[in-house]
């Protein structure tokens, strides 16, 4: 019986530690990548014909109850947006269909009117391809991706409209 605990908890902690070797580094704004985000759910879709991408955006249970009920104007603090993103591919047998293709990164913003005051009540981080390395070199990233989030600027900041649902 105490081979079997020992093994039992040496079995554990091995798989403790491999789970948490895997676990991609933080953005070098100190955010890290949110836990069980591939198991959020779907608040809006958006193809950019400029980067050729298809890209998925899904929120935490906080945003995707803030978007069913239009509760985004502004967005309640605690709400995660994630967008997935890859590149466009024709799909192999059928041409009109564009499909995703190689992924890209994955990006998040959260929302946190105090902790993030400096930048729009957002704070912002992205993990790039399969390996989910940590975008930029140091906390300046930030300021891309506020250049482009200010356009949105009446819309908390935020370019995804929410996707009716019947």
């Given at each position: 019986?105490?081979?079997?605990?020992?093994?039992?908890?040496?079995?554990?902690?091995?798989?403790?530690?491999?789970?948490?070797?895997?676990?991609?580094?933080?953005?070098?704004?100190g955010?890290?990548?949110p836990?069980y985000?591939?198991?959020?759910?779907?608040?809006?879709?958006?193809?950019?014909?400029?980067?050729?991408?298809?890209r998925?955006?899904?929120?935490?249970?906080?945003?995707?109850?803030?978007?069913?009920?239009?509760?985004?104007?502004?967005?309640?603090?605690g709400?995660?947006?994630?967008?997935?993103?890859?590149?466009?591919?024709?799909?192999?047998?059928?041409?009109?269909?564009?499909?995703?293709?190689?992924?890209?990164?994955?990006?998040?913003?959260?929302?946190?009117?105090?902790?993030?005051?400096?930048?729009?009540?957002?704070?912002?981080?992205?993990?790039?391809?399969?390996?989910?390395?940590?975008?930029?070199?140091?906390?300046?990233?930030?300021?891309?991706?506020?250049?482009?989030?200010?356009?949105?600027?009446?819309?908390?900041?935020?370019?995804?409209?929410?996707?009716?649902?019947?």
């Amino acid at each position: 019986m105490k081979l079997i605990t020992t093994l039992t908890l040496g079995a554990l902690l091995a798989a403790s530690a491999v789970l948490a070797a895997e676990k991609p580094a933080p953005a070098p704004n100190g955010i890290e990548l949110p836990a069980y985000y591939k198991n959020w759910r779907v608040i809006g879709v958006s193809h950019r014909q400029d980067k050729e991408s298809l890209r998925v955006i899904i929120g935490n249970d906080t945003a995707v109850n803030a978007a069913r009920a239009g509760n985004t104007k502004p967005w309640p603090d605690g709400s995660i947006l994630g967008k997935l993103a890859w590149k466009d591919q024709v799909h192999p047998k059928w041409a009109p269909a564009t499909v995703p293709g190689e992924f890209v990164h994955a990006e998040f913003m959260i929302k946190d009117s105090a902790k993030y005051a400096k930048t729009g009540g957002w704070g912002f981080a992205r993990w790039l391809g399969m390996e989910q390395k940590p975008y930029g070199a140091d906390q300046s990233f930030v300021q891309e991706c506020l250049a482009c989030h200010d356009q949105v600027k009446d819309n908390d900041s935020v370019f995804t409209h929410p996707v009716p649902l019947p």
